[in-house]
């Protein structure tokens, strides 16, 4: 699975859109972007994911470059309960061979403050 | 209710008892998987499971043993537990062919003293 490399911490005010980069250079043709968040003390929860096109649901925005070296979620409105840690994850799809679980990095601390 | 659960909650378990974590979800998913989380660490895989009677090592696996017998059923056990394995461990299950990202239960916080 290709590396990524995210900002240790990052502050938002409550009500503001957040923007969280993530950078994955060396991603390959096949390879997804996750998103997932851990909220303190609880299991890490799925957020979305993408391939190349920009993807949005209930919960968030994907928005990957055209050269997919990089890629930004973006929580539209946040509010405190968004405070927790963020983790990019590039790897296959389940399709293709890859469930064998995800690699977590040490992602990045969002704070929200009111 | 249909999800994942993972049980106990808490554990406290002394050097060298035998400890199995319970980890059980309702939608039939193939592939399950356990992790530990510790400071400085975070979370790290230790075995996974493709389908019943099917498992593979993981990242982290020495000291651990799990089995599937059942499809919903992915119970962690470590036979001789130590200071180290102090942690919280979560449980995840994931379809595997369709792009649903991986659901994980709301941990087990094991202490060995």
């Known amino acids: 699975d290709a590396k990524t490399t995210q900002p240790t911490s990052m502050d938002c005010a409550e009500g503001r859109a957040a923007n969280l980069p993530c950078n994955h250079s060396?991603?390959?043709?096949?390879?997804?972007v996750y998103w997932y968040r851990q909220i303190h003390s609880q299991g890490p929860q799925y957020i979305i994911h993408?391939?190349?096109n920009n993807e949005t649901n209930e919960m968030a925005s994907l928005i990957i470059t055209e050269d997919r070296k990089s890629s930004t979620l973006i929580l539209p409105h946040a509010t405190l309960r968004d405070t927790a840690v963020y983790y990019c994850?590039?790897?296959?799809?389940?399709?293709?061979?890859?469930?064998?679980?995800?690699?977590f990095g040490k992602g990045t601390h969002l704070i929200i403050q009111p | 209710d249909a999800g994942i659960t993972q049980s106990p909650r808490y554990k406290i378990t002394e050097t060298g008892r035998q400890v199995t974590l319970m980890c059980h979800q309702t939608?039939?998913?193939?592939?399950m998987f356990w992790y530990r989380q510790d400071l400085g660490h975070g979370l790290r895989l230790i075995y996974y499971?493709?389908?019943?009677?099917?498992?593979d090592k993981g990242e982290v696996p020495d000291g651990y043993v799990v089995s599937r017998s059942k499809t919903e059923n992915f119970p962690l056990t470590l036979e001789s537990a130590t200071r180290s394995q102090t942690s919280v461990y979560f449980c995840?299950?994931?379809?595997?062919?369709?792009?649903?990202?991986?659901?994980f239960g709301s941990g087990t916080r094991l202490t060995v003293v």
């Open positions: 499971s493709a389908a019943a009677d099917i498992t």
């Open positions: 995840a299950s994931s379809e595997g062919r369709v792009h649903r990202g991986y659901t």
């Open positions: 939608w039939s998913h193939s592939y």
């Open positions: 994850i590039v790897r296959v799809a389940d399709s293709g061979g890859g469930a064998d679980g995800l690699t």
């Open positions: 993408g391939l190349k």
């Open positions: 060396t991603i390959s043709g096949n390879e997804y």
